[in-house]
């Protein structure tokens, strides 16, 4: 609708924990605009894939190696969003405590991922992985798991042997399982950015609003 505008967000996390921590950016959008802004979650990394390939939105936030293309526009990327405190938004492998041990133990174990193609819920795991000589040949043990919450708690509750999540994940999940419970087997080097990207329908005035505000993070 005239005067309105929809973000569209990669749900790598759960829906609340992503409104709370996009509420101050829709906030300072709609007060420096005049305009109003709404919240769209997919209920999955490949359906947001989509939306974002049909041109279903006007503003979309993405993990920085996500790889997303629109059949419909050509997406001008406004800039980052620090959607995460830098020191957490890294990449982890874990596991249950008294479960697997090593790296090299993931062989021919069921592993919970959020979505093949993300970036800090498999893609930087998967290379660090390379790095340490250890490749994952059977794709068929990776199970979708959709968020990183849920992957936390699958591998909590059994459900895989191992998962890949980030490390901003686990210290936010940290009451919600008892300690060392959980394991760390490997951590990534520093994730890239999410970033805020936007349709040609978004009016150039309010291009530049975001990009102000990005910048002045």
Known sequence: RPGEHTLVVEPLYYDA?????????????RLETGRN??????????????????????????????PVNSETSVLETLGTLKILPPDTNVGLIIAAAGGVKTVADLRGKRIGVPFKLSEGGYQAQSRWLRQQGVTLARPELLVSLKTCEQVLMGVYRGKVEAGFITLDTLRRL????????????????????????????????????????????
């Open 17 to 29: 924990d992503l409104f709370g921590r996009l509420k101050p950016l829709l906030t300072q959008l």
């Open 174 to 217: 940290r009451e919600d399982i008892p300690p060392q419970s959980i394991v760390i087997l490997g951590q990534t080097p520093p994730l890239s950015p999410w970033q805020i990207l936007a349709s040609k329908a978004v009016p150039d005035f309010v291009k530049k609003k975001v990009k102000k505000i990005l910048a002045g993070q």
């Open 37 to 66: 802004y709404h919240l769209r979650i997919p209920s999955s990394i490949e359906a947001f894939m989509k939306l974002v390939r049909l041109g279903q939105g006007d503003l979309f936030l993405r993990e920085g190696g996500l």
